[in-house]
């Protein structure tokens, strides 16, 4: 079965530098979650997406930004990058008929 | 504000024991989630639990769940060594998961 594709799956980035992380959802699936995950913490809600609206925020830095495009994939552009921004950032994917958030790989951003 | 307790958050034990995994909530939700983690991967769906009383089982692990006394459980039955992984138990709040802080299990040969 398709699952929810992240990519990079690893980004090296400088401070300052600017970092765009890309999620494709499961086939329709129409809600996108993003979620930042630091070593040994649980994850941090920063936004969704329901049928390309922004549907909820939660702790993302003004810093951060994010969309939900047409064909139902999502960006998350980090601008600005700081050494505490290193942290593994998942996307998970969900539809109204499962309930459940599937998650993505990750990508692991390591702030240099 | 709905907060998630998890413990314990750290637990070592031997194969072939039984143990429990709890998870409280402080306030009411209609879904609760259990997943999975290895170190350095993603998140992998165990269960979701929708009503109270409602029990599910899968292998070695038993979920259940008491939403009067807002309390989750998650039982391992005979561990075995694949079953080390991270536990994390998630609550449905205005639309987000609000996770607790995760169980690492580490079961010895």
């Known amino acids: 079965a398709a699952g929810v594709i992240q990519s990079p799956r690893h980004l090296i980035k400088e401070k300052r530098e600017t970092a765009t992380l890309k999620c494709y959802p499961i086939p329709r699936h129409d809600t996108v979650y993003w979620y930042q995950q630091g070593p040994g913490q649980d994850p941090q809600f920063l936004i969704s997406f329901y049928e390309k609206m922004q549907s909820d925020k939660g702790s993302i830095p003004d810093r951060f930004s994010a969309q939900q495009f047409s064909d139902y994939h999502s960006e998350l552009n980090m601008s600005s990058l700081e050494l505490g921004d290193s942290a593994l950032y998942f996307c998970a994917s969900s539809s109204e008929m499962t309930d459940t958030q599937y998650f993505g790989p990750g990508t692991r951003l390591t702030v240099l | 504000e709905l907060k998630v307790e998890q413990n314990p958050l750290f637990l070592s034990m031997q194969e072939g024991k039984n143990y429990t995994i709890y998870c409280n909530y402080s306030t009411t939700s209609d879904r609760l989630y259990w997943y999975r983690q290895d170190p350095g991967k993603s998140l992998e769906s165990l269960f979701v639990l929708l009503s109270n009383g409602a029990v599910k089982q899968e292998g070695r692990l038993m979920a259940s769940l008491d939403t009067k006394a807002r309390l989750s459980t998650l039982h391992i039955t005979a561990a075995v060594h694949d079953l080390s992984a991270t536990y994390f138990c998630?609550?449905?709040?205005?639309?987000?998961?609000?996770w607790g802080a995760g169980t690492k299990l580490i079961i010895k040969p």
């Open positions: 998630a609550v449905v709040s205005n639309y987000q998961l609000i």
